[in-house]
């Protein structure tokens, strides 16, 4: 079955205490991207990688680092969480660029 | 960068009446133009999308229509039913390229 599986699903933490939202996908997608949720500002990119070792910027990347050291893998790392980046998180992936986005179920983060 | 505008932010209609969801995006160089629906605490998913080198596509109920010369391209749903209602989400991209950008969301409600 072709799985998007983001983990966790559900956090709190505190400010400033560092981590990561792990991103596996089982369909051996070259594309992968993490967009964030909020209330009345629909789903913003923040990073999208098009292939192993190749990332870029979405529309909100501050706060935010990603790594794609393997093709099925796509970590999103807060370094320093702030209260404003509470918010829903969606991984999601594709074959490539203009085709399908499959989405994970999505990691509710919120800081404190 | 790309912006896409969506309108209405909610829409109520009857069951059995047409919704129409529209967008407007600002980048000539987006040639992807996908719509998803997401239900309340699900994951977004695609129902419909359309590249620059058709105007309209059809599955069933649902249609979209392209106008790439006004950057604008719209959802139609036609006979819609109560498990229509959900929040629908268009959104702009590169088939050459990973970054796509959503519009803000349409809340829509079909009355039994």
């Known amino acids: 079955e072709a799985q998007v599986t983001q983990n966790p699903r559900y956090l709190i933490t505190v400010t400033g205490k560092k981590l990561t939202v792990t991103c596996s996908q089982n369909?051996?997608?070259?594309?992968m991207s993490w967009y964030r949720q909020d209330p009345g500002l629909g789903l913003r990119q923040i990073y999208y990688s098009m292939n192993v070792e190749v990332t870029d910027k979405g529309d909100v990347p501050e706060g935010y680092k990603v790594s794609r050291k393997e093709k099925r893998n796509f970590p999103l790392i807060l370094e320093s969480p702030s209260p404003n980046q509470t918010s829903l998180y969606f991984c999601?992936?594709?074959?490539?660029?203009?085709?399908?986005?499959?989405f994970g179920e999505g990691s509710w983060l919120t800081v404190v | 960068g790309e912006n896409v505008e969506q309108h209405p932010s909610t829409l109520s209609v009857q069951e059995g009446d047409s919704a129409v969801i529209k967008c407007t995006y600002s980048?000539?160089?987006?040639?992807?133009f996908p719509w998803y629906k997401q239900e309340l605490g699900k994951r977004p998913q695609l129902i419909i999308d359309?590249?620059?080198?058709?105007g309209e596509k059809k599955d069933q109920r649902i249609a979209v229509t392209l106008n790439k010369t006004a950057k604008h391209f719209s959802l139609h749903i036609t006979e819609t039913q109560p498990e229509d209602s959900a929040v629908y989400f268009c959104?702009?991209?590169?088939?050459?390229?990973?970054?796509?950008?959503f519009g803000q969301g349409t809340i829509l409600t079909v009355h039994p």
């Open positions: 369909m051996n997608h070259e594309y």
């Open positions: 959104a702009a991209g590169g088939t050459s390229y990973g970054k796509l950008t």
């Open positions: 359309i590249r620059s080198n058709v």
């Open positions: 999601a992936s594709s074959g490539g660029a203009g085709n399908t986005i499959y």
């Open positions: 980048d000539s160089a987006s040639n992807y």
